[in-house]
Nanobody, 123 residues
């Protein structure tokens, strides 16, 4: 199965930026849709951004459009989430996810989850 290892989370001041990375390994990783979910305290885990296997299609939650950018480098088996203009309300645990299609990603049918990484935005 796909294994996901995240890095890049941490504490940042409001207005700052972070780049989350998710390194994937396992069977046919480059053919999987990849995404990032965020779960704020007391809230449901929700899809923040997703990218198709070849990078041709992307999805963003309305709350992060124009603020976050998802990308992938299949040669490195890595997906990134560039998080700009961070706000305190972006504080959440962010989980990398892999699944077979964009449709499955948006429907919450996830094949593999990362361990989650805390992003805290302070004011």
């Amino acid at each position: 199965q796909v294994q996901l290892v995240e890095s890049g989370g941490g504490l940042v001041q409001a207005g700052g930026s972070l780049r989350l990375s998710c390194a994937a390994s396992g069977r046919t990783v480059s053919t999987y849709a990849m995404g990032w979910f965020g779960q704020a305290p007391g809230k449901e885990r929700e899809l923040v951004a997703a990218i198709s296997w070849n990078g041709a299609m992307t999805y963003y939650a309305d709350s992060v459009k124009g603020q976050f950018t998802i990308s992938r480098d299949n040669a490195k088996n890595t997906v990134y989430l560039q998080m700009n203009s961070l706000k305190p309300e972006d504080t959440a645990v962010y989980y990398c996810a892999a699944t077979q299609t964009m449709g499955a990603m948006r429907s919450g049918y996830i094949g593999s989850w990362g361990q989650g990484t805390q992003v805290t935005v302070s004011s």
